[in-house]
C-alpha cells in the first residue's frame, strides 16, 4: 500500500490490513453511505483494497472523473469476477465481457431487439402484468402489506416476456420460485462482497455453494435451449422478444463483416444465451428494485402522488389504462420518473469497470488491472451537486412553461442513473418506459400510503441499492383497468 499510494500515486484511501483489506473502514449494508463519509478524507477519487485482492479498488464520486474514463477505450472492461467462472463457462455476456467488438455486436442486437419490443407490444405485456398484479394486491385486503415478493413476480414475468416471450401462465408456480431462487443465487454472486469474489479458491472447493450454482448453471442452460427450439418452431421472422433476434441471427446470419473470422467463431449460440441471461438477471433485479422504490418514493410522499393523480385527470381517460404514447403528454409523471431514478439510486456503487492499461485520472495513476465503481447514489445525493437534494422534487426537472427540461439542462450534468459514457445501461430505454406505466397506472388506479416510519430513503447497498423493508396499504381508487 505505502509503495502504491505513496511512490505510484495511486489514489489515496484507507491503509490495508491483513486480510480484510481496507473492509474494516465500510459498514457491510451501507457502503455507499461510508464511502460518502470518506470523501471528506481522501477525496472524490479514492482507492481501498476489497479483502486481500492483490490491487487497490478505485471508487469515484465525481462525475467529470466518470465522464473522463467512461468515456476511455482502457476503462471500458468488466473485471473477471472469480463467480463468473462458475456462472457463465461459456463465456461471458453482454454485462461481463470486455469491451471488444463481440460486446459490440451483442449490445447491437439486444438494442435493436428492444427498440422493436418497446414499439410493437410492450406497453399491453406491460399492462396485462400490472392488472394482476395491483388485482392481487387489491385481493390481499385491505392491511399493510409487504410486496417486494408480488413486484419480484411482475418484473420476473415482464422481463421473461421481453427476453424469452413468455407469461407466468406458461409456467407451474414450482418452477416461477425456482427461477427466482436460481435468479437470487447468481444475482448474489455479482457482489464484490459475496465469498467467492473475495476468497476466489473456495470456487475450486467440494463445497455446497460452488454444486448449488454449477446445478443452477446446468438448469439455466437447459431452459434457454428449450426456449430457442421453441422459438425456432414458431420462428416468422418478426421479432417480438430477444430470442426471436437471436434465432434470426442463428437463421440469417448478421451484417458481420466488420468483425474477423476469429471473433465470428465467438458469435456462436452458447455466448448469445449468455447475453440473454445477463439481460434477464439485470431486467429481474432492476425492475423489482425500481418498482419497489417508487411505491415507498409515493407512498412517503402523497402530496407527489396527488399532482400525479392530478396530471392524469388533466390529461387521459381514467377509466382506461395510460400508455407510452401519453408520455410526452405526462411532464410532471415523467419527471416523478426521473425524480424516483435519482433519490433511489439503484445501482448504489455502479456496475464495476477495469482498466486494461495504466492510466491517469485527476492527477493521479490508476494502474493497468485495477477495479473501478463509481457512487452513483453519492453523485445524485449531495448538497454540492443538487439543491435540497433529501427532498422529492419532481419539478426540478421541469422548465418554467413546466415542461420536462432538455438534456442539455445544467441539472443533467449530474444525473448518471443508467452510467455515463461508451458502455452504459443497455435496458434504459425499457424500463424508462415500464418505470413510467407502473407509476402513472399505480397512481391511476389505487392509494398509496406507508406504514412503517421510514425516516430517511436510505437502504442497504450491495450489488444494488435496496430500499429498507416497509409495508404499504393500497386501496383502490374508483378508476380501474
Ligand atoms: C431502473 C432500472 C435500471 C437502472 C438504474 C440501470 C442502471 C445501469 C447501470 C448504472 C449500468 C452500468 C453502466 C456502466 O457500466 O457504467 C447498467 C448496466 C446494464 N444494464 Fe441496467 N439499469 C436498469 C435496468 C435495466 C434493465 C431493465 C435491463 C434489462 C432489460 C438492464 C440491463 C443492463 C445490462 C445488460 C447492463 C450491462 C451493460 C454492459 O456491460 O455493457 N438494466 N445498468
Known amino acids: 500500500?505505502?509503495?502504491?499510494?505513496?511512490?505510484?500515486?495511486?489514489?489515496?484511501?484507507?491503509?490495508?490490513?491483513?486480510?480484510?483489506?481496507?473492509?474494516?473502514?465500510?459498514?457491510?449494508?451501507?457502503?455507499?453511505?461510508?464511502?460518502?463519509?470518506?470523501?471528506?478524507?481522501?477525496?472524490?477519487?479514492?482507492?481501498?483494497?476489497?479483502?486481500?485482492?492483490?490491487?487497490?479498488?478505485?471508487i469515484i464520486h465525481n462525475t467529470k472523473f466518470v465522464q473522463e474514463l467512461y468515456n476511455n477505450q482502457k476503462a471500458l472492461d468488466r473485471p473477471d469476477l472469480p463467480f463468473f467462472e462458475l456462472i457463465t463457462p461459456h463465456g461471458a455476456g453482454i454485462g461481463s465481457r470486455p469491451y471488444d467488438k463481440i460486446w459490440m455486436l451483442h449490445t447491437r442486437i439486444v438494442k435493436l431487439a428492444l427498440h422493436k419490443v418497446c414499439q410493437n407490444s410492450l406497453s399491453e405485456k406491460v399492462m396485462e402484468t400490472f392488472e394482476v398484479l395491483f388485482n392481487r394486491l387489491n385481493e390481499k385486503g385491505n392491511g399493510p402489506q409487504d410486496i417486494a415478493i408480488d413486484l419480484k413476480l411482475a418484473s420476473l414475468d415482464i422481463t421473461?416476456?421481453?427476453?424469452?416471450?413468455?407469461?407466468?401462465?406458461?409456467?407451474?408456480?414450482?418452477?416461477?420460485n425456482l427461477l427466482l431462487k436460481d435468479h437470487d443465487k447468481a444475482m448474489s454472486g455479482l457482489s464484490p462482497f459475496n465469498p467467492i469474489n473475495i476468497f476466489p479458491f473456495i470456487k475450486n472447493l467440494p463445497v455446497r455453494l460452488v454444486k448449488e450454482i454449477k446445478d443452477i448453471t446446468q438448469r439455466r442452460?437447459?431452459?434457454?435451449?428449450?426456449?430457442?427450439?421453441?422459438?425456432?418452431?414458431?420462428?416468422?421472422?418478426?421479432?417480438?422478444?430477444v430470442m426471436d433476434i437471436i434465432v434470426d441471427v442463428m437463421e440469417n446470419g448478421y451484417n458481420t463483416s466488420h468483425i474477423t473470422d476469429s471473433q465470428?467463431?465467438?458469435?456462436?449460440?452458447?455466448s448469445l444465451f449468455m447475453t440473454l441471461t445477463c439481460l434477464s438477471?439485470?431486467?429481474?433485479?432492476?425492475?423489482q428494485s425500481i418498482m419497489q422504490?417508487?411505491?415507498?418514493?409515493?407512498?412517503?410522499?402523497?402530496s407527489v402522488a396527488e399532482k400525479i393523480f392530478m396530471e392524469l385527470q388533466q390529461t387521459v381517460a381514467m377509466d382506461t389504462s395510460v400508455t407510452t404514447e401519453s408520455r410526452q403528454h405526462?411532464?410532471?409523471?415523467?419527471?416523478?420518473?426521473?425524480?424516483i431514478l435519482r433519490v433511489s439510486s439503484i445501482t448504489g456503487l455502479g456496475v464495476?469497470?477495469?482498466?486494461?492499461?495504466?492510466?491517469?485520472?485527476?492527477?493521479?495513476?490508476?494502474?493497468?488491472?485495477?477495479?473501478?465503481?463509481?457512487?452513483?447514489?453519492?453523485?445524485?445525493?449531495?448538497?454540492?451537486?443538487?439543491?435540497?437534494?433529501e427532498a422529492v422534487k419532481p419539478e426540478r426537472f421541469l422548465d418554467s412553461n413546466g415542461q420536462l427540461k432538455l438534456k442539455s439542462d445544467e441539472i443533467f450534468k449530474n444525473y448518471l442513473p443508467f452510467g455515463l459514457g461508451k458502455r452504459t445501461c443497455t435496458g434504459e430505454v425499457i424500463i424508462l418506459n415500464v418505470l413510467f406505466l407502473f407509476v402513472s397506472n399505480l397512481v391511476r388506479t389505487q392509494t398509496i400510503k406507508i406504514d412503517n416510519h421510514i425516516s430517511e430513503l436510505i437502504g442497504n447497498c450491495d450489488m444494488s441499492h435496496k430500499p429498507p423493508a416497509y409495508k404499504v396499504t393500497l386501496n383502490p381508487r374508483v378508476c380501474q383497468f
Open 281 to 287: 438477471m439485470a431486467g429481474i433485479d432492476n425492475m
Open 352 to 389: 464495476p469497470h477495469i482498466t486494461r492499461e495504466d492510466i491517469q485520472v485527476g492527477g493521479y495513476k490508476i494502474t493497468k488491472g485495477t477495479q473501478i465503481f463509481t457512487n452513483i447514489w453519492h453523485i445524485h445525493n449531495n448538497s454540492h451537486n443538487w439543491t435540497d437534494h
Open 330 to 339: 405526462l411532464p410532471y409523471t415523467e419527471a416523478c420518473v426521473y425524480e
Open 264 to 270: 465470428k467463431k465467438q458469435m456462436d449460440l452458447k
Open 221 to 241: 442452460d437447459e431452459l434457454n435451449q428449450r426456449i430457442y427450439d421453441r422459438h425456432v418452431e414458431n420462428y416468422t421472422g418478426e421479432v417480438h422478444d
Open 293 to 302: 422504490w417508487s411505491v415507498l418514493v409515493l407512498g412517503k410522499h402523497s
Open 1 to 58: 500500500d505505502i509503495y502504491l499510494l505513496y511512490i505510484e500515486k495511486v489514489p489515496p484511501g484507507p491503509i490495508s490490513l491483513p486480510i480484510i483489506g481496507g473492509l474494516y473502514k465500510l459498514n457491510s449494508s451501507k457502503p455507499h453511505l461510508k464511502l460518502q463519509q470518506l470523501t471528506k478524507r481522501y477525496g472524490e477519487i479514492m482507492s481501498i483494497r476489497f479483502g486481500p485482492s492483490s490491487s487497490r479498488t478505485v
Open 160 to 176: 421473461s416476456s421481453i427476453c424469452y416471450g413468455f407469461h407466468d401462465d406458461d409456467w407451474t408456480s414450482d418452477q416461477m
